[in-house]
């Protein structure tokens, strides 16, 4: 149920209680009625196939008005164009609309009550009466658009809708079925979400909120980007009663105590984010020499890091026996790795392929408290009872009731997050290298 119901955020027919049936069942009574014939004649026997015959005695004039309408490509490109750029356009604004405080209490926290998605989760009656009609009007364009053009078809019209439901239901499935190898054809990934870019919309709130073709997401990614990691929106409104966590510093924690003791020296490779940076920057400071292959992310740390740390470029992938592995990292890359390297990603998702002759450690992530009943899996990429650390720092944060935000470039105390998630009972995952030997 959304959590502060508003205007139509219930079914209107919610008040008529047990007598509901009689609203909601009406429009299928044809199909009922028919569906219960049809059973009825099997059982019975009672109308025999001499029926077929007479079914192919229409008059022929109207067979083929019929005919030409079920199936008019102009009605199918038409449809697949509208969808492609005005539907999914305007749905991926609606979508953010819905994440609005305005509109997010009283109709979208609804579908974010199912933590863990299923293909139920897309389906009508889970979504507020308001917020149904909405995706109905936006769904429903494209066909009355062919209706007034005259131009509409059968098939066209039962494909889209059929397509509507398949992709939506396919990004609640909470398992991903499409292949690594997908990524051969790059642009494919502007074009079609997976059951993961959805869920990261559900793990991680204010991201992916693209229909079915994540361009949206891509173009708008850079005024993301200007938005600073939240730091703008944070400024921006100076009395919000709820606090913005990011969970990097727990992240930085998590990483630091990812790296064994007695480590001299690792390779980092990946997007140079806030988390990247933070944990390159204390790495170095415990005299752990951090090497970076490219140019630029060297030139990007070493103005970071200042006369402070041991920072080093160095192409010789082969080295190191540890990496830690960002977004960027390339699968060309990943191979140069020696055998039995271990990987540490500091992203939000894994690499996408991993070597059978490597180790992998987890995205940062603790393991739930013990007393926590009922959560099993919360990423798809996550091991049961485990948990991301944005999350995890989120609950630890309004359980210690701290007033700060995390967001922005800046990071928190991450000795003071550490301990934190410790005494409330999340635990440090084990080193793969170290349990598989
Ligand atoms: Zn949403
Ligand atoms: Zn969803």
Known sequence: MASKPGILTDWPWKPLGSFKPLVIEQPKAPTGLWTRLSNLTKLTGMIKYCSMQSC??????????????????????????LHAGPVDFLYYWLHRALHHNYLYSPYHSHHYSSIVTEPISSLPLVHPFAELIAYYVLFMTPVLITVLTGTASIIATAGYITFVDFMNSMGHCNFELIPNRVSIFPPLKYLMYTPSYHSLHHTQFRTNYSLFMPIYDYITCMSEELNKYGEVYARKHPKLKVKLVDGSSLAVAVLLNNISKGTTQLLLRGKLTKVAVAVAFALSRKGIQVSVPREDEYEKLDKSFG????????????????????????????????????????????????????????????????????????????????????????????????EEHECGSTISNIDKVWEASLKHGSEPLRIPALSKS
């Not at 192919?56 to 164009?81: G, K, V």
């Not at 408290?369 to 959560?375: F, G, K, M, S």
């Not at 999350?391 to 944060?397: F, K, T, Y």
């Open 56 to 81: 192919f005695t229409w008059p022929t004039n109207t067979f083929q008005e019929l005919h030409t309408q079920i199936w008019r490509t102009d009605s199918a490109i038409l449809i697949m164009l």
């Open 307 to 402: 006369s402070e740390g041991k920072l080093v470029m160095s192409k010789s992938y082969s080295s190191y026996k540890i990496w830690l592995a960002g977004h960027e990292l390339t699968e060309k890359e990943q191979q140069k790795a020696a055998k039995g390297t271990l990987f540490t990603p500091f992203s939000q998702f894994p690499p996408k392929r991993m070597r059978k002759d490597c180790f992998y450690h987890t995205t940062p992530a603790m393991e739930i408290p013990r007393a926590l009943e009922n959560v099993d899996s919360c990423e798809n990429w996550l091991p049961r009872r485990v948990m991301s650390v944005s999350r995890i720092a989120r609950i630890v944060h309004g359980l210690e009731g701290w």
